[in-house]
C-alpha cells in the first residue's frame, strides 16, 4: 500500500512537472521584448507613412491611418474625428504639408502633438520623393529615430527592422537599375499627376506626365492631345495609368493610339483591397519596375 502511494505520487509530481515545464517552455517561445504591455498608439496621415512606420514598428504599434483606403490624398478634409485621433496619438507621423496641405489645419488647432515630418525636404520640382526607393529609406529612417524617442525599450527591434528595410531598399534599387538598363522605349507617358519624377530621373527614363503635382492640376484637352501625337511620333509602345485617376483618361489614349495600358501605384493612394492585404512598400514597387519593364519592353 505505501509503495502503491509512492508510485502514485511519483507519477503526480512527474505529471505536474511536466505541464509546468511545457507551459514554460511556450512562454519562452514568444518574443516578450517586442510585445509591449501598451503598444505606443501611432496615427499616419496617408499610406506612405502608414506603411513605413508598419515596416519598422511593427506589433509594437497600434496603427491607424487618416485618409480612409480608396481616397485620394492631397485633397483630404479633416473631420472633428480626425482631429481627436491625432489628439490622441503617442506620434503623428505625416509626410509634409507640401502634400498634405490639410495637415496644417489640424497642426494648427493642437497644441502639444509628438507630430514628425518624415518629408521635409522634398524636391521642388515633384515631391513624391518616396518613388525611389532611397527616398522611401530616408523617411524610414526618420520615422525609426522618432519611434525609438517615444518608445526606448524597443529599441533593439526598431533598429532591427530598420536594418531588415534597408536590405530589402538595397535589393529593389539594384532591379529597378538592372531591370530599367536595355529597355525599347525609355519614355514614361503617364496618365496621371505627376508622382514619378524622381523615379524617372534616377533611372534614367523620360517622363511625360498628364498633369501636375496634385490631383486637382487640370488635365486640359490639349496637353491629352499633345501625349497622343508624341505616342504616335515616337512609336510609344504602352501608355501608364493611375489606379484611383485615370482609368478612363488612359484607356481613351489607348484606344486612340492602339497601345497597351499598364499601372503605376504611387503607394500615397491605397485601394480598399491593397489596404486589406497590408501591402508592403517594397510590393507595390515591384509591381511597379514589372509594369514599367513590360511596357517598356526591357530585356534582362
Ligand atoms: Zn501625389
Not at 518574443?31 to 519598422?56: E, F, H, W
Request: with cysteine; proline share 5%.
Amino acid at each position: 500500500m505505501q509503495k502503491k502511494i509512492t508510485a502514485v505520487l511519483v507519477i503526480l509530481a512527474f505529471v505536474l512537472f511536466s505541464f509546468w515545464w511545457l507551459r514554460g517552455f511556450r512562454r519562452s517561445n514568444i518574443p516578450v521584448a517586442s510585445l509591449p504591455q501598451q503598444r505606443l498608439n501611432v496615427v499616419a496621415s496617408g499610406y506612405v507613412p502608414y506603411v513605413l512606420a508598419k515596416q519598422i514598428g511593427g506589433q509594437r504599434l497600434h496603427l491607424s491611418m487618416l485618409v480612409p483606403a480608396g481616397t485620394e490624398p492631397h485633397s483630404f478634409e479633416p473631420t472633428p474625428g480626425t482631429i481627436i485621433s491625432v489628439s490622441e496619438a503617442d506620434l503623428f507621423v505625416y509626410i509634409s504639408p507640401r502634400v498634405e496641405p490639410w495637415v496644417k489645419d489640424i497642426l494648427g488647432g493642437l497644441a502639444d502633438v509628438n507630430a514628425l515630418e518624415a518629408g521635409p525636404s522634398l524636391p521642388e520640382r515633384d515631391p513624391h520623393v518616396w518613388m525611389t526607393p532611397y527616398g522611401a529609406l530616408e523617411m524610414a529612417n526618420r520615422i525609426t529615430k522618432a519611434l525609438i524617442k517615444a518608445d526606448p525599450s524597443g529599441k533593439d527591434y526598431y533598429k532591427q527592422n530598420l536594418k531588415n528595410f534597408e536590405q530589402e531598399i538595397q535589393a529593389l534599387h539594384a532591379a529597378f537599375k538592372s531591370g530599367l538598363a536595355d529597355c525599347k522605349s525609355r519614355d514614361v507617358v503617364h496618365i496621371g499627376h505627376l508622382a514619378f519624377g524622381n523615379l524617372a530621373q534616377t533611372y534614367h527614363l523620360h517622363l511625360l506626365s498628364l498633369s501636375g503635382t496634385s490631383h486637382q492640376s487640370e488635365h486640359s484637352v490639349h496637353k491629352l492631345a499633345e501625349l497622343v501625337r508624341y505616342i504616335r511620333k515616337h512609336d510609344v509602345p504602352a501608355v501608364f495609368s493611375e489606379e484611383m485617376l485615370s482609368q478612363d483618361l488612359a484607356s481613351t489614349v489607348a484606344a486612340e493610339t492602339k497601345v497597351r495600358v499598364l499601372p503605376l501605384y504611387t503607394v500615397e493612394e491605397v485601394s480598399k483591397k491593397d489596404f486589406d492585404a497590408a501591402t508592403t512598400y517594397g510590393a507595390y514597387m515591384k509591381r511597379n519596375l514589372h509594369n514599367l519593364m513590360e511596357g517598356l519592353q526591357c530585356r534582362l
